[in-house]
């Protein structure tokens, strides 16, 4: 009786645990995609690793000046290696641990997802490299993409039009809202450009132009 009792509180415990996760990763998922959602856009970059990289930048705006600082941040700045004849370079393993193992992350669903990576892998293994010297090499590129795009983002598009348009309809913010499935708060912050989540504004958008459709 008493293991009983034990595995059905752990039982219990693992599924409330479980939905605190869920809670989190969706809570995430919504402050990334409103602050930082051209790193969403980046191949293999999903809500949690986009805030630990987040955390990294944040924590370490001094080494953002350039690309060969990032990259000694991030522990990709390639390392010699020399061996007699040999001449190659190993994984750094200075650097933040954390946003590393991001980059790890990125590079690995590559691998198994995306078949330009694929192919990529399949043709320098073919040169006599290493598994390890493969990644290695792609978590290099990787820094090099995401330090382009955390200098570089992507201004928001407008969406000054879209209030005129739900007006033009007789539609409330209420009523859009219902009509997507958002917050009313979502629709509102939309429309005042207040919103960097280019997901929510598309998805607003084209049901705006099927109402007009629908409508005419």
Same mark, same amino acid.
């Given at each position: 009786?008493?293991?009983?009792?034990?595995?059905? @509180?752990?039982?219990? @415990? #693992?599924?409330?645990?479980?939905?605190?996760?869920?809670?989190?990763?969706?809570?995430?998922?919504?402050?990334?995609?409103? #602050?930082?959602?051209?790193?969403?856009?980046?191949?293999?970059?999903?809500?949690?690793?986009?805030?630990?990289?987040?955390?990294?930048?944040?924590?370490?705006?001094?080494?953002?000046?350039?690309?060969?600082?990032?990259?000694?941040?991030?522990?990709?700045?390639?390392?010699?290696?020399?061996?007699?004849?040999?001449? =190659? #370079?190993?994984?750094?393993?200075?650097?933040?641990?954390?946003?590393?193992?991001?980059?790890?992350?990125?590079?690995?669903?590559?691998?198994?997802?995306?078949?330009?990576?694929?192919?990529?892998?399949?043709? #320098?293994?073919?040169?006599?490299?290493?598994?390890?010297?493969?990644? &290695?090499?792609?978590? &290099?590129?990787?820094? =090099?993409?995401?330090?382009?795009?955390?200098?570089?983002?992507?201004?928001?598009?407008?969406?000054?039009?879209?209030?005129?348009?739900?007006?033009?309809?007789?539609?409330?913010?209420?009523?859009?809202?219902?009509?997507?499935?958002?917050?009313?708060?979502?629709?509102?912050?939309?429309? =005042?450009?207040?919103?960097?989540?280019?997901?929510?504004?598309? @998805?607003?958008?084209?049901?705006?132009?099927?109402?007009?459709?629908?409508?005419?």
């Amino acid at each position: 009786m008493a293991t009983l009792l034990t595995l059905k @509180r752990m039982g219990e @415990r #693992h599924r409330f645990l479980s939905a605190k996760i869920a809670e989190t990763d969706a809570e995430l998922a919504v402050i990334v995609s409103t #602050h930082a959602p051209e790193l969403l856009e980046v191949n293999g970059v999903g809500p949690v690793v986009a805030s630990q990289l987040l955390v990294t930048f944040g924590d370490n705006q001094e080494r953002m000046g350039n690309e060969a600082a990032f990259a000694a941040l991030v522990g990709v700045a390639p390392v010699p290696a020399f061996s007699g004849k040999t001449n =190659r #370079h190993r994984l750094s393993r200075g650097g933040d641990r954390q946003a590393n193992s991001s980059l790890c992350r990125i590079v690995l669903v590559r691998m198994s997802t995306d078949p330009r990576t694929r192919e990529y892998v399949a043709k #320098h293994a073919k040169d006599g490299l290493s598994k390890e010297d493969i990644i &290695r090499c792609m978590k &290099r590129y990787v820094a =090099r993409e995401l330090y382009q795009v955390m200098n570089n983002p992507m201004p928001a598009p407008p969406t000054n039009d879209l209030r005129p348009m739900r007006l033009a309809l007789g539609l409330t913010q209420v009523a859009a809202a219902f009509g997507l499935g958002f917050w009313p708060t979502t629709i509102s912050r939309i429309e =005042r450009g207040e919103s960097r989540d280019r997901e929510a504004m598309a @998805r607003y958008r084209n049901w705006l132009e099927e109402q007009a459709k629908e409508s005419s």
